[in-house]
């Protein structure tokens, strides 16, 4: 019965880890505005706006020139031409092209980008709900969060 339990983990858990994973050829022109939940590989032409939850990997024969992204991470080896904002990451590859604005968690540039833009940082909020709580305990818990001392 223990072993049961244990594949029925496993299964979930390889579940969790596969997203589906959607190509856009390198023949694909993709016009409008763009929405998905799992993983979107660029290869071709896209101009529009993307509003996604997903991960989004611009290819290096991709050309994207956007209004926006919005996604969870963002992996560019091709050119972008837009402001991006990436929840988790943002990489941008050896010979890619970025010209906008970027806000992210976490940035990665590696040598040979040709990038044009400012890059923000996005903080962790603290662990609380701002909304529910006195302004003296969330004082404290933004000290709490942050490098000075207190």
């Known amino acids: 019965m223990s072993q049961n339990i244990e594949l029925n983990k496993r299964t979930k858990k390889e579940e969790n880890q596969k997203k589906n994973l959607t190509v856009f050829g390198q023949e694909t022109e993709f016009d409008g505005e763009l929405e998905f939940t799992d993983n979107l590989v660029i290869t071709g032409k896209f101009s529009g706006k993307i509003n996604a939850t997903g991960d989004l990997e611009v290819d290096k024969t991709a050309l994207c020139d956007v209004e926006s992204i919005k996604v969870n991470s963002l992996v560019i080896s091709g050119k972008v031409k837009g402001n991006i904002e990436a929840k988790e990451r943002v ?38 709900d701002i909304f529910s709580v006195a302004s003296d305990e969330f004082k404290q818990a933004l000290l709490i969060k942050s490098d000075l001392p207190h």
Do not use: K, Y
């Not at 540039?109 to 609380?128: C, H, K, R, Y």
């Open 91 to 128: 990489e941008m590859c050896s010979g890619s092209s970025v010209s906008g604005d970027v806000v992210t968690g976490r940035i990665r540039i590696a040598d040979d980008v040709d990038f044009e833009g400012s890059v923000t940082m996005l903080q962790n909020p603290p662990d609380v």
